[in-house]
């Protein structure tokens, strides 16, 4: 998995690189974001942990798009250069003269001989991919090297930009040389060169401001696309406000549920209303259990305990005809239940419903979460008449008696089969 993550973050950082200036910016930074671990962009850093590094583009011609380029700095973050945001180049509010002034500061560096240095061990190695290698306090180190290659008492192995890139990147040295490179960097019989040109002193004063400003715009449009936030399992920020608008229980409680609460997320602005219609109910079971048709039966009717205190006493409370009087312990009421109807289902539908099967908890979890509390339910399970099985005993699908078994189906008939709810 870790191999595959990192060969995708090669090819992206080469496909950026290569063609840049043809990537729209948002999507650029969510790219390579994607593929990093550390500190995120406008966030709390710090600075060089962050994968991306936001510069200006020292240029006063028109632009042609969000990006000037994509490259790596020193640090071995990605270096994108912006056309719409910054303190200079095309689109800065600053007077002219500033971008003239980095423009001829970049041009005198352009025309400077590259610095070169020298890496003749894997601690050098380790300090150039960490930022530490200072390359401008290495001329007499340089003068001693460049000495035994011209004697013959080692060999020079020049490093491109790309592989330099990649030497930052955290790509293991191993694999940018050959083996036999390698092997004889080891031995001490190879030395590692590379050149750079001198910085742009206005320009990174500048691109201090320039990163912040850029990073903050990137972030707050990120705010507003919870897409891009999401996490696998919703463990994201963003997720777990609509589990407290949809009132979800905690952590600790939906592990212990029956239910995928993330696939609850998608029905957020129906769950949320105070009022939990029939139609609310009857599209959040069918959503949730894969497009299944369900339909609410309502006021349907029921026996109610009265409990002891309200039953009629001669001669004693709720005993006056017409009014308070009922004969018995119980009354008939239509007010207090529903009925969910699910079907019709092929029979490995219906069976996953039944009672200890894999949707039958689920189904009941849901149902309560979904209802007012004062109500009672029921569960009718229909089965597709050319779905219904025939009964051998001891045969696959096993079959559940006053669930799933009947004599034959002369008749053609789907057949019904109601499961209790909630009482």
């Keep these: 998995m870790e191999e595959s993550k990192e060969a995708d973050a090669l090819k992206l950082s080469q496909a950026l690189f290569k063609d840049g200036k043809n990537f729209d910016f948002y999507h ?95 601690s050098e190695v380790r300090s150039l991919r960490d930022g530490r290698l200072n390359i401008h306090n290495q001329q007499e180190y340089a003068k001693k090297i460049r000495k035994r290659i011209k004697e013959g008492e080692v060999k020079r192995r020049y490093l491109e930009d790309i592989e330099l890139d990649k030497l930052r990147q955290g790509i293991p040295l191993e694999k940018i ?16 060169s590379a050149s750079e040109r001198a910085t742009a002193r206005q320009r990174d004063f500048f691109d201090i401001f320039n990163h912040r400003l850029t990073s903050l715009l990137y972030r707050s449009w990120r705010k507003y696309r919870p897409q891009l936030q999401y996490q696998a399992g919703a463990k994201d920020e963003f997720s777990l406000w609509l589990y407290s608008l949809m009132g979800a229980p905690g952590a600790a409680e939906q592990k212990s549920s029956a239910l995928n609460w993330p696939k609850l997320l998608g029905y957020i602005g129906m769950i ?32 109610v305990n009265i409990v002891p205190e309200q039953q009629c006493r001669l001669g004693d409370k709720n005993s006056q005809l017409g009014r308070t009087i009922n004969l018995g312990s119980k009354v008939r009421d239509r007010s207090g239940k529903f009925r969910l109807v699910i079907g019709p289902l092929d029979f490995s539908q219906f069976s996953a419903f039944l009672p200890q099967q894999a949707n039958h908890a689920a189904l009941l979890e849901l149902i309560q979460f979904l209802m007012p509390d004062h109500l009672c339910f029921d569960i009718e399970l229909i089965l597709k008449s050319s779905e219904v099985p025939s009964f051998k005993l001891g045969e696959p699908p096993s079959t559940m008696l006053g669930w799933s078994g009947w004599i034959g189906n002369a008749e053609g008939k789907d057949q019904r089969v109601l499961l209790n709810g909630l009482d």
Excluded at 87 to 114: H, N, R
Excluded at 177 to 192: G, H, M, N, P
């Design 28 to 122: 650029a930074v969510t790219l390579m974001e994607r593929f990093h671990t550390g500190a995120k962009v406008g966030e709390q850093g710090p600075v060089k942990d962050e994968a991306l590094c936001f510069r200006g583009h020292p240029s006063m011609a028109f632009p042609a798009g969000d990006l000037a380029r994509i490259g790596s700095n020193r640090l071995g973050q990605y270096e994108i250069e912006t056309n719409f945001i910054g303190l200079y180049g095309p689109s800065s509010p600053m007077p002219a003269y500033i971008t003239e002034a980095v423009i001829k500061e970049q041009c005198q560096i352009e025309k400077e001989d590259s610095l070169e240095f020298f890496m003749s061990t894997e």
């Design 177 to 192: 040389l050959k083996k036999t490179e390698f092997i004889a960097f080891r031995k001490a019989e190879l030395v590692l």
């Design 272 to 303: 949320s209303m105070r009022s939990r219609s029939v139609n609310v109910i009857s599209t959040v079971v069918s959503g949730y259990f894969d497009a299944v048709d369900v339909r609410v039966e309502q006021y349907v009717e029921r026996w």
